[in-house]
T-cell receptor
Framework: RKEVEQDPGPFNVPEGATVAFNCTYS??????FFWYRQDCRKEPKLLMSVYSSGNEDGRFTAQLNRASQYISLLIRDSKLSDSATYLC????????????WGLGTSLAVNP | EAGVTQFPSHSVIEKGQTVTLRCDPISGHDNLYWYRRVMGKEIKFLLHFVKESKQDESGMPNNRFLAERTGGTYSTLKVQPAELEDSGVYFCASSSQGSRNNEQFFGPGTRLTVL
């Protein structure tokens, strides 16, 4: 079983749509959670951290359910510029700072 | 402020040759990481430096890979001798010691092709 699992997609949505990505992680000791965005042939960039109480940044909302070991990302009012791969990432507790990555979910927002 | 830089951006070598990748972290960042993405697979952790010390090298595939960070500034990752399965994109990232939530900033990557 993979440590971080995501539906690879692709998700094809029209502009203005709301789209949700889900992610599950296997290690209950995971402490930090992130969504990264990666454009084609570019480096991953941090989109947002995910906090236990859930958090929102503009059109983006992230949720964490520790009991179910489940993370989600909701994008409202999709823009063409949101087209990218969204990577679910976790960090295990303690001094270990390595990031553990999902395969990513591909999103294409169409005009 | 300059971001993480990596050199070269691309490298094409033959099996058995040696390649050295370089990473310059964001100035002042003590933590430096190497990751690799093989086509069709997840990004995988290779190792983590704190200043010049290897904090965690649990992700290094085998002893053909050697990473150094002399002086605690830039880092090199040498592959010798390269094998076909070493092809992929090698990302370097850095973070500051006091960063909230361990936010890591990534370089553009080095795309390595071993023929």
């Amino acid at each position: 079983r993979k440590e971080v699992e995501q539906d690879p997609g692709p998700f094809n949505v029209p502009e203005g749509a709301t789209v949700a990505f889900n992610c599950t992680y296997s290690n209950s000791a995971s402490q930090s959670f992130f969504w990264y965005r990666q454009d084609c042939r570019k480096e991953p960039k941090l989109l947002m951290s995910v906090y236990s109480s859930g958090n929102e940044d503009g059109r983006f909302t992230a949720q964490l359910n520790r009991a179910s070991q489940y993370i989600s990302l909701l994008i409202r009012d999709s823009k063409l510029s949101d087209s990218a791969t969204y990577l679910c990432v976790v960090n295990i507790a303690g001094n270990n700072r390595k990031l553990i990555w999902g395969l990513g979910t591909s999103l294409a927002v169409n005009p | 402020e300059a971001g993480v830089t990596q050199f070269p951006s691309h490298s094409v070598i033959e099996k058995g040759q040696t390649v050295t990748l370089r990473c310059d972290p964001i100035s002042g960042h003590d933590n430096l990481y190497w990751y690799r993405r093989v086509m069709g697979k997840e990004i995988k952790f290779l190792l983590h430096f704190v200043k010049e010390s290897k904090q965690d090298e649990s992700g290094m595939p085998n002893n053909r890979f050697l990473a150094e960070r002399t002086g605690g500034t830039y880092s090199t990752l040498k592959v010798q001798p390269a094998e076909l399965e070493d092809s992929g994109v090698y990302f370097c990232a850095s973070s500051s010691q006091g960063s909230r939530n361990n936010e890591q900033f990534f370089g553009p990557g080095t795309r390595l092709t071993v023929l």
